[in-house]
């Protein structure tokens, strides 16, 4: 899957995934994974850091976000019978 970002949104990504030595699509994952399970995101920074709403200002991306996450997920159980 790919996921256009505005350049902002891009940048903040970035930032935060260097700061936790992660790629940008292993941070996004993690944050994703994170909401979808009802767990705070990891963040090693300050609590008025600006990434930890990342998405607050594109509710449309985090919605279409969210339900591709769960459309690949129905389509593609992570353990399909017999594995």
């Known amino acids: 899957m790919r996921v256009d970002m ?8 970035l930032l935060s995934a260097r700061s936790q030595a992660k790629s940008a699509s292993e941070f996004v994952l993690g944050a994703i994974a994170s909401k979808l399970a009802g767990t705070p995101v990891a963040n090693d920074q300050s ?8 998405l607050s200002d594109e509710p449309e991306l985090a919605d279409f976000i969210e339900r591709s996450a769960m459309q690949s997920r129905e389509a593609r159980p992570l353990r399909a019978g017999g594995e």
Not at 47 to 54: I, S, V
């Open 6 to 13: 505005p350049e902002p949104l891009a940048g903040q990504v």
């Open 47 to 54: 609590d008025d850091d600006p990434l930890l709403g990342l």
